[in-house]
């Protein structure tokens, strides 16, 4: 496999959560105005380390990696819910106690980081929201369907690694972008079963039945996202995302927040960070500063 390491150089910070190890970022200066990057499945903080270097120029960038993701801990016996890993931002950021923050959040991380957000409405300043959602939608993508299915997607999803693949595959919509190296440093966390458990879990999560545990939390995150409205919100979006589409989750976040900020990108997928970053970050620090 090629190296990625040159192209994620930062130091690691950890943080216990109880016997179990959290993996962050911490970059910039530490009582600059702070800005919280949430990534989804079945990425890491990898994810946004094309942002990370002029961001925090500026702003204090944290960015975790969530349980049994990235270089966080992987315990095969653990409550990988939706939400487990709201608590576990909560601690970290209780821990660091940045101050206010913006949230800039991608796929689950929408979930997690909105959840956050109607929790802690006055620590949060900002909102950013990039190709994800906090907001049940009843359609689900096939490919994710079906490794939700038992026995075989255990098969898929842990054994032939097929979610995470796949993932870099139907991402984008510039695969020249994925070189050996992206590419290495995209599955790294992920080269075996037991390192895989997070992302089957993650996407046995997805509550589409109407008794999923998951549903709940959902609901209670979406009911309250009102408290949110009136906060500057960006939405940066992949147009060619065949998960979160334009048509149902873009629509989804403008219905809710009708004065958000939207940015669409043609020739850019669900990984919109990786397709886009030169015409997303000019944008990005505008809406920061």
């Known amino acids: 496999m090629a190296d ?39 990425t890491w903080s990898f994810y946004w380390r094309m942002l990370i ?14 349980v049994g993701c990235g270089l966080s801990d992987q315990p095969q016996d653990y409550p990988y819910t939706l939400a487990q890993h709201i608590r576990n931002l909560e601690a970290l950021l209780d821990h660091l ?22 929790r802690h409405p006055e620590e949060v300043q900002r909102l950013v929201v990039c190709n994800t959602a906090a907001f049940f939608e009843p359609v689900l993508y096939a ?7 038992p ?30 190296e992206v590419r ?11 390192q895989r458990v997070a992302i089957l879990r993650f996407v046995r999560d997805i509550p589409m039945e109407a008794n999923h545990p998951t549903r709940r939390t959902v609901d209670e995150i979406e009911s309250r996202l009102p408290l949110l409205r009136g906060k500057p919100m960006l939405a ?16 989804g976040w403008r219905k809710r927040f009708p004065e958000v900020e939207v940015h669409i990108f043609e020739n850019a997928g669900h990984y919109v960070v990786e397709d886009a970053h030169e015409r997303i970050l000019p944008l990005l620090a505008r809406f920061l500063a």
């Open 97 to 118: 106690r940045p101050g206010p923050v913006s949230l800039v959040m991608h796929d689950w991380g929408g979930a997690i980081g909105m959840g956050y957000a109607v």
């Open 4 to 42: 990625y390491r040159a192209l994620y150089p930062f130091p690691s910070h950890r943080f216990d959560l109880g016997g179990v190890s959290m993996h962050y970022l911490d970059e910039g200066p530490r009582q600059a105005p702070a800005v919280v990057l949430l990534h989804g499945n079945p």
């Open 236 to 251: 940066l979006w992949g147009a060619d995302d065949p998960v979160f589409t334009v048509q149902t989750f873009l629509a």
């Open 184 to 194: 290495a440093g995209y599955l790294a966390p992920y080269r075996g079963w037991k």
């Open 151 to 180: 026995l075989i997607g255990d098969l898929l999803v842990r054994g032939l690694n097929a979610f995470a693949l796949g993932a870099l595959v139907m991402g984008t919509s510039q695969p020249r972008r994925f070189t050996p």
């Open 53 to 66: 270097p002029a961001l925090s120029r500026d702003h204090r960038v944290i960015v975790p990696d969530h």
């Open 143 to 149: 490919p994710i369907r079906l490794s939700r299915a």
